[in-house]
């Protein structure tokens, strides 16, 4: 009905009736209560956790190239990317451009009318006069590689619709100047779009009549009729111009690509979007490839690009890495963002300046497949010398056992009832170590070795007898002998009691045991801490569809009721509860109101409730 009402109206109109009623479709989410706020506040202390991951994205198993990231109005980052086949676009989204969550894959070709074939090159705008809604200018692509820009729009990023022929024709550029015929591979692919003086542009790589690259560019006062305004770029030779990115500073234009047989990427500056652009004054400012600029604060940019490298077994990994282009005057320049500097301080010694070390380096070296037992992508491994994609030496590199160091986290204090974290390496406790210190004593309190062996194992630490105090961590390698060298990774306060194992020399327990296979000691769950039993709910996976776990803790053995509503407040569903010993509890929902009616996409809240008394609130995100 959508489209058949939009039908019935001139072509001229079509496109601002769809952003219209974009606007008006848009969810609108609800906020937390001042109480409910103040309960999360009071019932989530912020536990101390270091991961050592980097802003780098991986989709582990798929090869991954050209991509957008776009922010939305809750500060979330959505990243839309080639994906593996190219038959449709990957989408993951992170808060923080370190951790990330993949989700259903978009745009899939398959249910295309016009037969495309793969898809290409995603690049997301927020409509600026409606900016809870979002356009997707793509490459699609013919089994004969015929190339076409399309577009899709969607009110909450995770849903995309794609605009028919009739109000949106799939778009390329003129062929007076440009090589494109029907049925024949045909260049017309990257489209970026971008705004100046209020007029609307699109960037596509192209093909002259002469083969020469080129970058077509094309105007509009709307988002779906478009101008052909000819080449912005002439290329001197047969190379494709692609990926092409432009943006408007101090009255000075920036354009950066990347060329097809020159590695790295590419840029130029001018006094004039169509003026001329000099090819003899190229910089090449960086080693990837197909690169996003995401403006910031303060004059900054996220400047993020794809490369890839081959493991010993000839395995590709691909990867999206995330680091921060500042100016030095008109100059751009890339600011690789060390991980470690974020919260750790250089002591001493020269063995921690290549770490945190990226993937199962092992692997990559062909000496050993066997996992080193990390956690994400990046851990600490002092024998390592590859620091991640682009930048450092090559996946598989080492330093040795030679170079020695010393590190130190910043003061925090500890919130959690216990602490939990991978250990391996050589077994040097007095040389070759991680310890927690107190901080105004610096003295040590827990210190812990590897085991002659590169696999880490978890370890915990009792932190019941030093809560509220204040506490460093230092990681150690002062050993250059044979297996000197420590790996560290997963290093996490936790919320509850490490549990209390059999101690074969006393035949009672031990409140310190180690148990490596309980379950519980890699959940990062809040646990009650006595007496005064604080309540939390959250859920996992966020979104979901169309099952969620709902995971409560509170007081041992009570009973509650999880509630959940509607955005616009109303109630859906009652689900009662009861903790075990521990104060866990955990229902599932199958995101159907009280009858057993599937609900419609959206946001939810859960509400953990005693009575009338309000615990606790988290959002619950339902894809359909």
Known sequence: MFINQIKKVSPLDRGFIIITLLFFSTVLISQPSSAEKMVLKESNPKLMEIDFEGAVFQDHG??????????????????????????????????????????????????????????????????????????????????????????AYSNDLFSWNKFPDEIFEPFHGDTTWLEWVEGEWANYRDPFFFEDNGINYLLNSAETNQNNGAIALSSSDNYYRWEDKGPLYLHDNWHMIESSTVIKRNNIYHLFFTEEGIGGISHLSSDSLTGEWDISTRTIIDAGHACELTETLSDKYIFSRHTGYLTSSGDKVSTIRFDTLSWNGNCPEIKQDKILDQRWTNLWGTAFEKQPVYGNSYKYRGDDTTSINFEGNWWIGTYENFNGPIYGDYPGSIQGNSPRGAIKSDNFMVKGRSMRLLVGGGNYPDSCYIALYDADSDTIIYKETGKNTETMDERLWDLDPWLGRTVYLKIVDNSSTSFGHINVDGIKELGRPIPTQPDPETNGTSPRGINPNNDDTSKLYNAPHHPTYPKSIRNYPNPFNPTTTIVIFGKPLSKSTITIYSVSGRKVRDIESKTNSTGKAQVIWNGCDKRGNPLSAGVYTAVLRNGNELSASTKLILLR
């Open 62 to 151: 798929y090869v991954i190239k050209d991509h957008s990231l776009i922010k939305d109005g809750e500060g979330l980052f959505h990243l839309f990317y080639i994906r593996g086949d190219t038959k449709s676009f990957g989408h993951a989204t992170s808060p923080d451009l370190i951790h990330w969550t993949i989700h259903n894959q978009v745009i899939d070709t398959d249910q295309e009318t016009w037969n495309s074939y793969f898809v290409w090159a995603p690049h997301v705008i927020r409509i600026p006069e409606y900016p809870d809604n979002y356009l997707m200018y793509y490459t699609g692509v013919t089994r004969n590689y015929t190339q076409k820009t399309y577009l």
